[in-house]
Structures are given as C-alpha cells and as structure tokens.
T-cell receptor, first 109, second 115 residues
Framework: EDQVTQSPEALRLQEGESSSLNCSYT??????LFWYRQDPGKGPEFLFT???AGEEKEKERLKATLTKKESFLHITAPKPEDSATYLC??????????FGPGTRLSVLP | DTGVSQNPRHKITKRGQNVTFRCDPI?????LYWYRQTLGQGPEFLTY????????KSRLLSDRFSAERPKGSFSTLEIQRTEQGDSAMYLC?????????????FGNGTRLTVT
C-alpha cells in the first residue's frame, strides 16, 4: 500500500531562519511527487511537481528536491507569510493521489 | 480559469439527515476528485471521475456515500444518514488527463458539522 509520511509534524521558525521539511514515501510506481501549501480554512494550493530522483524546483524562498525515497522542501529566509501547512502527495500508476499528514509551519516575526 | 468552486462552504446538519455538496471543476479539466480532510490530517481519497465515469472508489468509503458527475461537468457528493464521524472538510479537486502528470487543483472545500 502506498504511504506518505512527513516530518516534523510542526515547526516554529524565527523570520529569516532557514530549515527543511521532509516527505518520505513508499509507492508501487511513482508518476510524480507534489508539494502543496494549505492555509487555514482553504483548500491546498499547488506548489511543485517532481518526477524523478535528482530533480529540483524553486519558487521564491522555496526549493523542493527529490530522491528515490524522500523529498525535501527547503525554506530559505522565511517570512511570516510563509506560515501554513505544507502537504506532500504522491501520484501512483493508478490515478490516485496519496497525501501525507502535513507539516504545520509557523514563522515568527 | 475561475478555479474549482464548491458549495456550500459550510453545512451544519443533525445526525441522521442527508446532505449533498456540489463541485464545479475548472472547465477544461476532465478528471474530478473528492477528498475528505479532518483536523491535523492530510486529505484522504474518496473517489474520482474521468468525464462522467466514476473510475475508483476508496475501500473505506461507506455505502452511505454516493457521488455523481452527470455529463462530465459538475459533481455532487451525497451523504445519507449522516453520523458524527462524518464531520470533516470535503474537498473537491480537478485535473487534466493526458501525457503529462497534471497536479490536482483544489476548491476551498465544504466544512460539514454533524450534531
């Protein structure tokens, strides 16, 4: 059965303090790994898709990387507006997307 | 691109009542998904459609849940004889099928509270 775990469960950073979020996965056949941002009371917002080990994607202060077993979301010099829950999901060779439980990030001014 | 629209945004119902939610996907997207999310958890897959065909349902999905997508456009999710455990955020998402691996685009959900 496909599984996605994320760590840490919650993370508090000072503004400007860089860190990384982890997404570990087991999947029968990976078609893509996706990162989403979710604000309270809203639906997840798409950030990145990664398809193969070694691939990297960047957007503003966020950078996502992928290995055969895990993905990292690196946050460089975060700002308070980066506070959100970050979700990781894998797309397998069925058509389902399996989500992890998320990491709740708080960035303090 | 007007995004995925879900209605209502909030629904409060008494245990045992039936409820129906509506999702309008992005117009050119042919795949539509329903997920359920409880507090502190990631979205949990319920079912998905390609055009009007329902292609997969979660094994965890109770018989009280039914979804339709007539004419491959909007979709409805009905929960019959609601239970307190059905309280959750119900999320709809749409995507494009095809050669690429299109991400899901989510609506802002319908929050169901069963009292």
């Amino acid at each position: 059965e496909d599984q996605v775990t994320q760590s840490p469960e919650a993370l508090r950073l000072q503004e400007g303090e860089s860190s990384s979020l982890n997404c570990s996965y087991t999947v029968s056949g990976l078609r893509g790994l996706f990162w989403y941002r979710q604000d309270p009371g809203k639906g997840p917002e798409f950030l990145f898709t990664l398809y193969s080990a070694g691939e990297e994607k960047e957007k503003e202060r966020l950078k996502a990387t992928l290995t055969k077993k895990e993905s990292f979301l690196h946050i460089t010099a975060p700002k308070p507006e980066d506070s959100a829950t970050y979700l990781c999901a894998v797309h397998n060779y069925g058509q389902n997307f399996v989500f992890g439980p998320g990491t709740r990030l708080s960035v303090l001014p | 691109d007007t995004g995925v629209s879900q209605n209502p945004r909030h629904k409060i119902t008494k245990r045992g009542q039936n409820v129906t939610f509506r999702c309008d996907p992005i117009s050119e997207h042919n795949r539509l998904y329903w997920y359920r999310q409880t507090l502190g958890q990631g979205p949990e897959f319920l079912t998905y459609f390609q055009n009007e065909a329902q292609l997969e349902k979660s094994r965890l999905l109770s018989d009280r849940f039914s979804a339709e997508r007539p004419k491959g456009s909007f979709s409805t999710l009905e929960i019959q004889r609601t239970e307190q455990g059905d309280s959750a955020m119900y999320l709809c998402a749409s995507s494009l099928s095809g050669g690429g691996y299109s991400p899901l685009h989510f609506g802002n959900g319908t929050r169901l509270t069963v009292t």
